[in-house]
């Protein structure tokens, strides 16, 4: 480690907090380096844990100096392998919690600049998601008063934000990994809507995140199901697009999972664009040589990053489905839609798709 480096953190770390001058020395000290020794950045990360007070300055150039080391230094470059995911989060978490919103920014941008990370990375983030809505704390809610069972409209569009950073160049259709933690997601807030008081009113804007919800639900769970059942789709944006209906508008095979009071509101003000198609247009089934080349691409990963890419799983899929807890739900709904507009599913999941239909009628 540099003099100028030394001291900078020397300092930090002895009085307990980060000023803008320390930030301005560090960004010129870390300049002059062409790569950055493994000590610095392990003195970086003592010095945001000691520092008590830090000035606004200091997470943007944490963020950017770690991301660059893990992503850009770290060996292959551009990839974010399993040891050095390990590595990454056991220094930004405790007790399997990650500590602060800095450290969960860093790890979004991370997996975000990546090429490919591996799943427990992608499952970590989304995880810590996970567990704020289940239990209502943590510190992705700060000062929140929402309780156990509610989401925000921002970690819905964090979650988004993952889902498609990690298909970039990666698996197309959402993980058997994945959707495990968002039904987790959706059984908190389906025990929290069951045990609310029905006569109590829902406004249009609080009324919104759980919407907003509802749409990427959905569609994340028509993504894994489908590919469950040997298809092929869009790209993540595409086939989680708020802009774009999952079913044809006069579609009314599963009326339970197009009738919430709330959904009308949503609809006038999200409407797909004249002539988009639907989204399970989309889908279309898998060619045998196209299943070929996708193991092929999921061995590639799978060598790099040192971590297998868990593609959804009919029977795990159908299991989870027939679940109590789902039942009832968006996405046992949304499961019962596809198999009423002709779609053929895996056989796993034909029984949780008549279970929504029954529902509905």
């Known amino acids: 480690m540099s003099t100028l480096r030394l001291m900078a953190i020397d300092a930090i770390c002895q009085r307990g ?26 003195a970086m990360f003592r010095a945001h844990n000691l520092a008590r ?8 150039f944490f963020i950017e100096t770690l991301t660059d080391y893990v992503v850009r230094e770290l060996e292959p470059a551009g990839y974010v392998t399993s040891a050095h995911a390990g590595w ?24 975000d600049k990546a090429r ?7 499952c970590f983030a989304l995880a810590q998601i996970r567990d704020a809505v289940i239990t209502g704390e943590g510190p992705l809610r700060g000062g929140s008063s929402l309780g156990p069972g509610a989401i925000t409209l921002a970690e819905v569009e964090q ?32 025990a929290n809507r069951s045990s609310s008081h029905p006569e109590s009113e829902t ?10 919800w509802r749409d990427l639900i959905e569609k994340a769970t028509a993504s894994a199901a489908l590919a469950a059942s040997g298809y092929s789709g869009p790209s993540r944006e595409e086939a989680l697009s708020e802009a774009r209906a999952l079913f044809p508008a006069p579609f009314t095979a599963n009326p339970f999972a197009f009738a ?13 664009p004249i002539g988009q198609g639907a989204l399970v247009t989309t889908y279309r089934p898998l060619a045998t040589e196209a299943r070929a080349m996708l193991r092929l691409e999921l061995q590639r990963i799978e060598i790099i990053t040192g971590e297998p890419v868990t593609i959804a799983d009919a029977t795990r899929l159908g299991q989870r489905l027939a679940a109590t807890r789902l039942s009832g739900t968006a996405v046992t709904g949304v499961v019962a839609s596809l198999a009423g507009v002709g779609i053929k599913l895996a056989p796993t999941l034909a029984a949780p798709a008549a279970a929504g239909t029954t529902r509905a009628a």
Request: proline share 7%; glycine share 4%; charged share 25%.
């Open 17 to 42: 907090s980060i000023r803008d001058s320390d930030v301005a020395t560090l960004r010129r000290a870390f300049a002059m380096e062409t790569e950055i020794p493994a000590g610095d950045i392990d």
């Open 53 to 60: 007070v830090r000035d606004p300055s200091w997470a943007d």
């Open 88 to 111: 990454l989060i056991a220094r930004i978490s405790s007790a399997g919690r990650i500590r602060s919103k800095t450290e969960h920014d860093l790890l979004l941008n991370v997996i």
């Open 116 to 122: 490919w990370v591996p799943e427990s990375l992608m």
């Open 159 to 190: 979650i988004r934000a993952l889902l498609f950073a990690y298909g970039n160049e990666g698996p197309l259709a959402i993980t058997g990994a994945e959707l495990d933690l968002l039904l987790d997601i959706e059984e908190a807030i389906a």
């Open 203 to 212: 406004s249009p804007l609080e009324a919104w995140p759980l919407e907003s």
């Open 260 to 272: 919430e009071p709330i959904r009308p509101f949503r609809h006038q003000t999200i409407a797909a």
